[in-house]
């Protein structure tokens, strides 16, 4: 299919999701005073919690006085693996507000631990016993695990959550004195062998466990609970830096395979868009080459000011790959990158590669980076563009953009070697 065309069926589809979309959703205040009947019935006033787990949180703030917990979904237990974040959100078509009210549902038992003294070495590789065994024993396994959480002083729940609480949405919290486990756990052979490995650095263990057929989300949940690495270097790994890590490891991994693979033939446009975020990928023939830009129009959850002008952020690597964090784009570049080298890693391809990320002000608040990865992922499905060359393709795309050509080539480095033309500065 022809640039054009594509660009014209995209825009039919873009116009017939907006009309099916449902109107922003601020309902969470109401969902939590749900929340509160729905706890104070399980609990019956008493100090012990029986629930259901799916997953596990260690808080990254304060670092490395962790908070540490254990989420259960008060009065959906049967329901409780879908409240665990994963590619199945994109596939079920959560909105905004759907990820916002399973988010809430969860109720975050904590404990606070000191990362640097767990074990008499200041690891974790040991610890199968009291509260952090039960987290390890609920991360490393393949289905919600039945727990029984001790609470300290009673369920003294705190449900001071504010209206601008939205823009980082979170369960409410207890203090949780220890936690048990009702039944015995299901883990999976390949979890219990990089388990058993205590000199199997953290970085191959992950792409083992990927190349055995596990997604990031499962990974990622293992590394956090400081299951993975050299036995006396297991640590726990806050769930926001344990979610970029295995993104950006198995990345690695997935460019490798690539490295001496042929180059795409034909310049190539891909498009996706979900909850207000709309993602060009192009791809062109020559050597593995990648680069995030994102552009956040006014009124977006990152860029709340409706006067403001669109901000445009980007971050860039070639063939060698990056010796650096990415700052800018943070954790939606390496995201966004894995998405892109799993596909090219399926075709046995390479490819010079550019990713554009329009963020409208339908993106009221924030989901997590696990739709960067899910909308990446699926763009490959369907259709495509072709343009004759690169150039035609940027030049293509940026005319469905907030922004002019020239605004692009200042912020883009694959973009700023293009010719530039007087209808590029009146966009």
């Given amino acids: 299919m022809k640039l054009d065309d594509y660009v014209e069926f995209e825009a039919n589809e873009r116009a017939e999701r907006r009309r099916l979309a449902q109107e922003k959703s601020y309902e969470l205040m109401d969902h939590l005073e749900s929340f509160q009947h729905r706890f104070d019935e399980a609990t019956g006033g008493d100090s012990v919690f029986g629930s259901v787990s799916p997953s596990i949180f260690v808080g990254s703030s304060n670092y490395p006085n962790l908070s540490t917990g254990l989420l259960s979904p008060v009065g959906h237990e049967d329901d409780a693996a879908t409240y665990e974040t994963s590619g199945a959100w994109y596939e079920e078509g959560v909105s905004i507000s759907d990820v916002f009210e399973r988010r809430t549902s969860l109720l975050n038992s904590t404990k606070g631990v000191d990362a640097r003294s767990v074990g008499d070495d200041g690891s974790v590789h040991d610890a199968w016993d009291g509260f952090l065994g039960v987290q390890r024993e609920v991360a ?126 034909s310049v190539q446009v891909w498009r996706n868009e979900y909850l207000g975020n709309a993602y060009w990928v192009v791809l062109a023939p020559g050597d593995w080459e990648f680069e995030l830009v994102e552009i956040k129009s006014p009124g ?8 403001g002008d669109t901000y445009l952020s980007s971050a860039h690597e070639n063939r060698e790959g990056r010796t650096q964090y990415v700052d800018e784009t943070a954790g939606a570049y390496y995201a966004s990158r894995f998405g892109v080298l799993e596909h090219l890693a399926d075709r046995g391809r390479q490819a010079k590669v550019l990713v554009l990320r329009h963020v409208s002000d339908d993106y009221w608040g924030p989901v997590g980076v696990w739709q960067v990865r899910e909308c990446v992922r699926n763009a490959f499905d369907g259709e495509h563009g072709e343009a004759e060359t690169f150039e035609d393709a940027v030049r293509g795309v940026s005319e469905q953009l907030p922004v002019s050509l020239a605004r692009l080539r200042k912020k883009s480095t694959m973009v700023a070697g293009l010719q530039s033309s007087l209808a590029d500065w009146t966009a």
């Fill in 300 to 307: 977006s959850i990152w860029h709340p000011d409706p006067a």
């Fill in 140 to 265: 490393i396994a393949d289905r919600p695990v039945d727990v029984e959480v001790f609470l300290d002083d009673g369920p003294a729940i705190d449900y001071d959550v504010s209206p601008d609480d939205i823009a980082t949405p979170t369960g409410p919290r207890a203090r949780a004195a220890d936690a048990d486990l009702t039944e015995n756990p299901h883990v999976p052979r390949p979890v219990k062998k990089t388990l058993e490995d205590d000199d199997w650095r953290a970085e191959g263990a992950m792409n083992y466990l990927y190349r055995r057929g596990f997604d990031v989300y499962d990974i990622n949940t293992v590394l956090s609970a400081g299951a993975l690495g050299r036995g006396e270097n297991r640590r726990l790994v806050p769930t926001r830096w344990s979610i970029t890590a295995v993104d950006d490891t198995v990345g690695k991994y997935l460019r490798g395979t690539i490295r001496d693979r042929r180059s795409v033939d």
